[in-house]
Each structure stands twice: as structure tokens, then as C-alpha cells.
């Protein structure tokens, strides 16, 4: 897979896992499976899967507390 496909392809699934999340969440089942696809590390992909987890759940109680 050509490296303008693979980002092409993170791109569109990282808006549909977006979609998905805001309606009802479990975006991840989306974009794990993606990221391993285009040849990333299993580890690595979770770990960057949990950064982005944790930033949403940091602005949000952040956004809550207001």
C-alpha cells in the first residue's frame, strides 16, 4: 500500500471514527483496526489510540467542571 493511500485512508477513517464517536461513541473499534492495517505495531497503534482517548476525556471533565 502506497504511502499517499495509507493517508488517505487514516484520513477518511479518523473522520468516520470522529462521526461515530460523537453520536455514540466506541470510535476506536474503527481506528485500531485501520492503523494496524497500514503497518503499525499493534502496541503502538493502542498506545496512539489511548493518547487520543485521553485528551477527549481530559477536555471533558475539563468542560464539565465549568
Known amino acids: ?12 477513517v479518523g473522520f468516520i ?3 461515530v ?6 470510535g476506536s473499534i474503527i481506528t485500531l483496526p485501520a492503523m494496524i492495517l497500514v503497518g503499525l505495531d499493534p502496541t503502538v497503534a493502542n498506545a496512539t489510540n489511548r493518547l ?3 485528551a477527549l476525556c481530559s477536555i471533558g471533565c475539563c468542560r464539565i467542571q465549568k
Open 1 to 12: 500500500m502506497s504511502e499517499e493511500v495509507q493517508w488517505i485512508l487514516i484520513t477518511v
Open 21 to 26: 464517536n460523537t453520536l455514540a461513541g466506541g
Open 52 to 54: 487520543g482517548i485521553r
Open 17 to 19: 471514527a470522529g462521526f
